[in-house]
């Protein structure tokens, strides 16, 4: 008698099967995470809710926890146009962005998704221009509010100047 024994491994979820679909649905995703994040940071802001809980990972902390899962996922999928591109790089932009501590790192972070978004092909889909714009305009204001909790330093000039 013999044993057959057959090892199968899937390098990526059901992303391999159709990578295009999975980066628009998975970016959209990712938005919608980035939104509920920026809004649980700011109310968590305006009432002070973690500090009277006293709690050690707040709710902030796991909703940006989530983002940047999200944003690993997006960037272990090959992108095959340059729509996926576009969303590949911002989705890299944003794990960046949530995952470090350093104001110039979100500044520089936010500046290169400036610098993807006028370097796009005018030939990108709609949809996709519209959802790498909104992801900007989320860096924008995860930026803007880091800003404002840290205090605004010396050495950061606006992006606007």
Not at 7 to 13: E, Y
Request: aromatic share 6%.
């Amino acid at each position: 008698m013999t044993n057959n024994i057959n090892i199968t491994s899937n390098p990526a979820p059901k992303a391999s099967a159709k990578p295009q679909k999975y980066l628009f649905d998975g970016f959209s995703d990712l938005l919608i995470r980035m939104h509920y994040a920026l809004e649980e940071e700011e109310w968590a802001d305006d009432t002070c809710w973690d500090i009277a809980c006293d709690q050690s990972v707040s709710e902030v902390e796991k909703a940006w926890c989530f983002v940047e899962r999200k944003a690993e996922d997006l960037i272990a999928v090959q992108p095959l146009s340059e729509n996926d591109l576009i969303l590949h790089r911002i989705a890299g932009l944003v794990k960046r962005a949530v995952s470090t501590d350093n104001i110039v790192t979100l500044c520089a972070t936010h500046a290169k998704a400036l610098e993807c978004l006028s370097h796009a092909s005018q030939g990108l889909a709609p949809a996709v221009r519209d959802l790498a714009e909104e992801a900007e305009s989320c860096l924008d204001q995860l930026f803007e509010h880091a800003l404002e909790s840290e205090g605004t330093p010396d050495s950061i000039l606006p992006l606007a100047a």
